[in-house]
């Protein structure tokens, strides 16, 4: 049920994404942006659709879905530059700057982070005026200096800096991967008009288990099925959960997230079987 409902919804949102750069002249800019979208796993829309389906507003959330999954989009083409990352192979293809070039690449998570806040902000759809700027606001502060980008900062200092604690990557990792995952699981209730509580305390505990799964992948993951260069923290010398908690101690702390983030959905009932199947799914998965 979950699988497929995933690939439907990362569908859902690959599709609203083509559809609003129709307008973009035939460019290899257009072609970039088109190929950089492709290919996720989609679970950062999907978020979006369940809990706006949880809240009887399923039907009002696509923007929304594609506009997470452009900002997220965003963030991986300019995490792979030679400046950040410097990642040669992504969603198991060769990364947007090796592709095309590195302009090219700036350009396309430029574009991408402008399209995510211009699809959460178009009018019509059935989403009320209020809610889409509180989508709008909460997305900025999710994607920025409060959120994903100071998570980002924080992960390049760490690079020379001392080697962080427990507490420091949990600060840094729920900035860089959480921060979006949460407004992810709250825009459903932010487009109903609804008590963003329970999605939220789900989503802070989907988030820090998502990237305790992905340091594990890191360390015993397989490029070809991670679709990305594994190994790299640790030849990096990189604090991680890993590092800092053993493989099987990860493990454990992840699975403390997972019931955490299923605990949290109490007020639902099996409304949300759903969304706790997409927990168990996040530190089962292979890439």
């Not at 030849?235 to 699975?255: C, D, H, I, N, P």
């Given at each position: 049920m979950f699988a497929n409902q995933l690939a439907l919804d990362a569908t859902t949102a690959q599709r609203l994404i083509e559809i609003a750069l129709t307008p973009v002249p035939d460019l290899p800019l257009h072609d970039a942006i088109l190929y950089a979208a492709k290919g996720g796993k989609g679970l950062?829309?999907?978020?979006?659709?369940?809990?706006?389906?949880?809240?009887?507003?399923?039907?009002r959330a696509g923007h929304a879905a594609?506009?997470?999954?452009?900002?997220?989009?965003?963030?991986?083409?300019?995490?792979?530059?030679?400046?950040?990352?410097?990642?040669?192979?992504?969603?198991?293809?060769?990364?947007?700057?090796r592709k095309w070039d590195e302009a090219t690449a700036i350009l396309v998570g430029d574009a991408l982070h402008s399209l995510a806040f211009e699809l959460v902000c178009a009018p019509g759809g059935g989403v009320v005026d209020a809610?889409?700027?509180?989508?709008?606001?909460?997305?900025?502060?999710?994607a920025g200096a409060q959120g994903m980008v100071l998570g980002q900062a924080l992960d390049i200092a760490a690079e020379t800096g001392p080697p962080?604690?427990?507490?420091?990557?949990?600060r840094l990792q729920a900035g860089k991967t959480g921060a979006l995952i949460t407004w992810a699981c709250c825009?459903?209730?932010?487009?109903?008009?609804?008590?963003?509580?329970?999605?939220?305390?789900?989503?802070?505990a989907l988030g820090l288990a998502f990237q305790i799964?992905?340091?594990?992948?890191?360390?015993?993951?397989?490029?070809?099925?991670?679709?990305?260069?594994?190994?790299?923290?640790?030849?990096?010398?990189?604090?991680?959960?890993?590092?800092?908690?053993?493989?099987?101690?990860?493990?454990?702390?992840?699975?403390?997230?997972?019931?955490?983030?299923?605990?949290?959905?109490?007020?639902?009932?099996?409304?949300?079987?759903?969304?706790?199947?997409?927990?168990?799914?996040?530190?089962?998965?292979?890439?």
């Open positions: 950062r829309a999907f978020l979006v659709l369940e809990g706006a389906r949880l809240h009887d507003v399923g039907d594609a506009a997470i999954e452009a900002m997220h989009t965003y963030s991986l083409v300019h995490d792979d530059l030679p400046v950040m990352d410097d990642d040669d192979l992504r969603r198991g293809q060769p990364t947007v700057h809610a889409r700027a509180e989508l709008a606001l909460t997305l900025a502060r999710a962080l604690d427990l507490y420091q990557i949990t825009a459903g209730p932010r487009i109903a008009q609804a008590d963003i509580g329970p999605l939220q305390t789900y989503g802070d799964a992905d340091d594990i992948l890191d360390e015993t993951g397989d490029a070809a099925a991670v679709g990305k260069a594994v190994g790299k923290d640790a030849a990096a010398g990189k604090a991680t959960f890993v590092s800092l908690l053993g493989l099987e101690g990860a493990q454990r702390r992840a699975q403390d997230m997972v019931d955490s983030a299923c605990d949290a959905l109490g007020p639902y009932g099996s409304r949300a079987d759903t969304l706790k199947d997409a927990a168990r799914f996040v530190i089962a998965r292979d890439k």
